[in-house]
């Protein structure tokens, strides 16, 4: 209970600093009435229009990989595990690529999000067909892997054979993550998605509480692998889609968060779900805060500050766990 308490007040304290910043500062009273539509018609539109999506979708993304990261540590039992290595946020970028390569970004507002999701949705049934219903972990890790690989390199060669140096820039740009310049149609694309995918993910804590005893341990107490396995699936591939597909790539948040919170779950992957989502969207508003702070005169992107905060944690706590060997 301290835990949710201390992590939940922990990332309303961060969403409140990331409405507060902003290129024009604003009064407290300016902001607090601009998100609710009263006072200066400007204050309003730059409140709900700009910051509020932009925090939204910051607290909704991180919750999404950190969510996603601690369901696929518990169910691979490795912590290494992460929600890039079953593809689906390489195949986002693909769609994305894709998109941008052919114009259709251009064309549509949300032809870039849209097309991202539908790779990443089209990755999961990928895995699925290689893995087949019944494959076991191994099976699945095979598959992910085989999947990303085909989706870097179909996105390496998108990046190769592109005859237009500003939709590359455009793609490099976008694969750096970010969350400047999103609206409320990109909260709006993303926010069901990822509710769904989150509430399909958190049903999962019985099953990989009953994992950790191993596959024959579980299904002894009547767990089903073939629906754990597709409900992770599911939920991976709805959230993690949706959040790759208005943020870009932004990497560490599903590997480092599990890590660092599972010592304060007493290792039960049924309480690091919930505490990993808390924590993912913790860190990623850190992240987006930094963003702003750091260089507010250039366009510094998201996934390269999550990676400069995640590696050397990430880093850290692999020292830690090899003292503590």
């Known amino acids: 209970m301290k835990l949710a308490l201390s992590l939940t007040l922990l990332t309303a304290l961060l969403a409140l600093a990331s409405l507060m910043l902003g290129y024009a500062p604003l009064p407290p009273k ?6 609710v539509g009263a006072g200066d018609p400007l204050h309003v ?9 932009r925090t939204a979708l910051a607290v909704l993304v991180g919750a999404a990989l950190g969510l996603s990261g601690a369901a696929m540590q518990g169910y691979l039992r490795n912590p290494l595990a992460e929600p890039g290595l079953i593809g689906v946020s390489g195949s986002a970028a693909l769609g994305a690529v894709i998109a941008l390569q052919t114009g259709l970004a251009a064309a549509f507002a949300l032809a870039l ?3 991202a999701l539908l790779f990443a949705l089209g990755a999961v049934g990928l895995i699925l067909l290689l893995a087949g219903p019944r494959g076991g972990s191994l099976t699945l890790i095979l598959a992910g892997i085989a999947v990303s690989a085909l989706a870097g390199a179909l996105t390496s060669l998108a990046l190769n054979l592109s005859s237009n140096p500003y939709a590359t820039f455009e793609i490099v740009f976008w694969m750096m993550g970010s969350l400047a310049d999103r609206s409320l149609s990109h909260l709006a694309l993303a926010a069901p998605l990822i509710a769904l995918g989150g509430a399909a993910l958190l049903t999962l804590g019985r099953g990989l509480d009953a994992l950790t005893l191993g596959e024959d341990g579980a299904q002894a107490l009547g767990i089903s692998m073939t629906s754990l396995r597709l409900r992770l699936l599911f939920g991976t591939a709805a959230a993690v889609g949706a959040a790759t597909a208005v943020s870009g790539a932004v990497g560490f948040v599903g590997l480092v968060v599990p890590h660092l919170l599972r010592p304060l779950c007493g290792a039960r992957p049924s309480r690091l779900l919930w505490a990993s989502a808390l924590g993912g969207a913790a860190m990623l508003l850190t992240a987006d805060i930094a963003v702003r702070l750091v260089l507010p005169e250039r366009d510094l992107k998201l996934g390269v500050v999550m990676a400069l905060i995640g590696a050397p944690l990430f880093l850290h706590l692999i020292y830690k766990t090899r003292r503590a060997g």
């Open 30 to 35: 300016a902001v607090l009435g601009g998100l």
């Open 45 to 53: 539109m730059v409140m709900q229009e700009i910051r509020l999506p």
């Open 113 to 115: 999000p849209l097309t």
